[in-house]
């Protein structure tokens, strides 16, 4: 059990890992076309960029099935992938953007620190010159707000 709980937290470590580069470097790249309508206002419950996580919840899905029939330790990782998917969902949608019923917003600490480094990935509304794309992990804001005030000039 305790391999299962390790591949567990590796996989939602590594999901950051990967979100963090995916999101600087497809997201705002290459897949810039889906990923703009988060960047700007949008009408509706649903915008294009929600299409990534659907896409992301087809692996973990299918990751599940092959862990399932052939290969138990794909299984555990899918369960990783999914649990940063809800981490993503609460933190992400729910908390920096407010696409849940609930309102609450911090006024201190790490998920301050989250709110803030998010908004200021979106000072932007280009695919250039933004900051922070972790989705869990936020890097100091002043340091963010010196990254953003250098490009800018």
Not at 77 to 86: D, E, K, Q, R, S
């Amino acid at each position: 059990m305790i391999g299962n709980i390790v591949i567990v937290i590796a996989s939602i470590i590594g999901m950051e890992i990967f979100a963090l580069y995916f999101h600087k470097y497809f997201m705002h790249g290459p897949g810039w076309s889906w990923h703009e309508s988060h960047h700007i206002r949008t009408e509706g419950r649903f915008e294009k960029n929600d299409l990534y996580g659907l896409c992301f919840s087809l692996i973990a899905a299918g990751l599940f099935i092959a862990g399932s029939l052939w290969w138990t330790p794909l299984w555990w990782m899918a369960l990783g992938f999914t649990i940063y998917g809800v981490l993503y969902g609460f933190v992400h949608d729910g908390l920096v953007h407010q696409r849940w019923p609930f309102r609450y917003v911090p006024k201190g600490g790490y998920l301050y620190r989250l709110v803030l480094a998010h908004r200021l990935h979106h000072h932007t509304l280009t695919k250039d010159g933004a900051v922070s794309f972790g989705f869990l992990w936020a890097e100091e804001p002043d340091r963010l707000k010196a990254q953003l005030k250098a490009h800018n000039e």
